[in-house]
T-cell receptor, first 117, second 114 residues
């Protein structure tokens, strides 16, 4: 079974500072992908970054980076130089690439990020 | 580019009524998903279809049925709506899981059951 846990219901950060959003996961599948999505107050789901379980390096996309620690089963999102427009709900997700959870895309509970000016 | 299209965008049902939420994607994706999102909560997987011809239950399948009509379309049916099914429903699609690609989401359907 897959499980994604985001333990921070809400986070606050000052504009231009960095922030880390936590995500831990559990799976018995040998191969999987990890995702982060942003959901602004308008409701759409915006893809931010992807990390494959066999990727040796941490993924980066602009101001977003994923701190992947496979042994600890964590996939934290780091946002550098926060902007007011980063205020939103952030979701961590996992998809099984093989095994019993093949194709299953599961989301965590989300973290609301508020960026203060 | 249409991407993932959900219809309707809004719906009000009376308890016990039935309805089908439609979802279509034009990206030739293999996998499709249905989620519900309740206020302040994450997305909970209702059903998914890893490839055309297959469907599997997610976390909260009770009260719902799905049909993968063809590669493009994946519908969600509520046979007898209940107030507990009041939620925002999202459809999503993605490449086959072997490919490191993200899922694309529709704009959501806001369903109220009274």
């Amino acid at each position: 079974a897959q499980k994604i846990t985001q333990t921070q219901p809400g986070m606050f950060v000052q504009e231009k500072e960095a922030v880390t959003l936590d995500c831990t996961y559990d799976t018995s599948d040998p191969s999987y992908g990890l995702f982060w999505y942003k959901q602004p107050s308008s409701g759409e789901m915006i893809f931010l970054i992807y990390q494959g379980s066999y990727d040796q390096q941490n993924a980066t996309e602009g101001r977003y980076s994923l701190n992947f620690q496979k042994a600890r089963k964590s996939a934290n999102l780091v946002i550098s130089a926060s902007q007011l427009g980063d205020s939103a709900m952030y979701f961590c997700a996992m998809r099984g690439d093989r095994g019993t959870s093949y194709g299953k895309l599961t989301f965590g509970q989300g973290t609301i990020l508020t960026v203060h000016p | 580019n249409a991407g993932v299209t959900q219809t309707p965008k809004f719906q009000v049902l009376k308890t016990g009524q039935s309805m089908t939420l439609q979802c279509a994607q034009d990206m030739n994706h293999n996998s499709m998903y249905w989620y519900r999102q309740d206020p302040g909560m994450g997305l909970r997987l209702i059903y998914y279809s890893a490839s055309e011809g297959t469907t599997d239950k997610g976390e909260v399948p009770n009260g719902y049925n799905v049909s993968r009509l063809n590669k493009r379309e994946f519908s969600l049916r509520l046979e007898s709506a209940a107030p507990s099914q009041t939620s925002v429903y999202f459809c999503a699609s993605s490449e086959a899981p072997e490919f490191p690609a993200e899922a694309f989401f529709g704009q959501g359907t806001r369903l109220t059951v009274v």
